[in-house]
T-cell receptor, first 119, second 114 residues
Framework: SQTIHQWPATLVQPVGSPLSLECTVE??????LYWYRQAAGRGLQLLFY??????ISSEVPQNLSASRPQDRQFILSSKKLLLSDSGFYLC??????????????????FGPGTRLTVL | AQSVTQPDIHITVSEGASLELRCNYS??????LFWYVQSPGQGLQLLLK??????LVQGIKGFEAEFKRSQSSFNLRKPSVHWSDAAEYFC????????????FGSGTRLLVRP
């Protein structure tokens, strides 16, 4: 089964500083990868997803960007953090997809998350 | 567009009582549905999922959920709640476009009275 790693686990950054959060996946190949954010007391918002190396789709306009330099690596970045970027960032992964005949047996797994506080 | 609604923001139950958390989805065909649980300060843990077949799905920690197409619902149930079940619960549906992203409800926070 797949394992998702995220680091760092916790991060405190000043406003205006850059950001780089990393997600790596083991036990799978060519997965779909996702970045979600959960603001305090809020639900989960999809920020970016990627269906392959170098392919990034953005769900909402924001201060963040994402990159996928390798098949199992997904990076979330910012050049200048805002207070509103604070939150819990979760990386997720899907593999083994076959929705056409409902043979999808694998499940979207989530990493342990990174808690970001921008001061 | 697909969507998920969890109408209860907070639910409080007594320990040992039964629990039902509501989830309604919007999708024209048979959806892929999930329930996740999040303890304070923790990540998401999958409780159960529905793809096809038996509409009553058994999950971990004694939870079950029933898919009802006629009501567009996928409610989560547990016959006897434990204090450790206090957490936030999220219902989600897979988006059937090329992203296959999970679309989440806003969550229900469960409080358990001793």
């Amino acid at each position: 089964s797949q394992t998702i790693h995220q680091w760092p686990a916790t991060l405190v950054q000043p406003v205006g500083s850059p950001l780089s959060l990393e997600c790596t996946v083991e036990g799978t190949s060519n997965p779909n990868l996702y970045w979600y954010r959960q603001a305090a007391g809020r639900g989960l918002q999809l920020l970016f997803y990627s269906v392959g190396i170098g392919q990034i789709s953005s769900e909402v306009p924001q201060n963040l960007s994402a990159s996928r330099p390798q098949d199992r690596q997904f990076i979330l970045s910012s050049k200048k953090l805002l207070l509103s970027d604070s939150g819990f960032y979760l990386c997720a992964c899907i593999n083994g997809l076959d929705f056409s005949d409902r043979a999808y047996t694998d499940t979207q797994y989530f990493g342990p998350g990174t808690r970001l506080t921008v001061l | 567009a697909q969507s998920v609604t969890q109408p209860d923001i907070h639910i409080t139950v007594s320990e040992g009582a039964s629990l039902e958390l509501r989830c309604n989805y919007s999708y024209g065909a048979t959806p892929y549905l999930f329930w996740y649980v999040q303890s304070p300060g923790q990540g998401l843990q999958l409780l159960l999922k529905y793809f096809s077949g038996d509409t009553l799905v058994q999950g971990i920690k004694g939870f079950e959920a029933e898919f009802k197409r006629s009501q567009s619902s996928f409610n989560l149930r547990k016959p006897s709640v434990h204090w450790s079940d206090a957490a936030e619960y999220f219902c989600a549906v897979v988006s059937m476009d090329s992203s296959y992203k999970l679309i989440f409800g806003s969550g229900t926070r469960l409080l358990v009275r001793p």
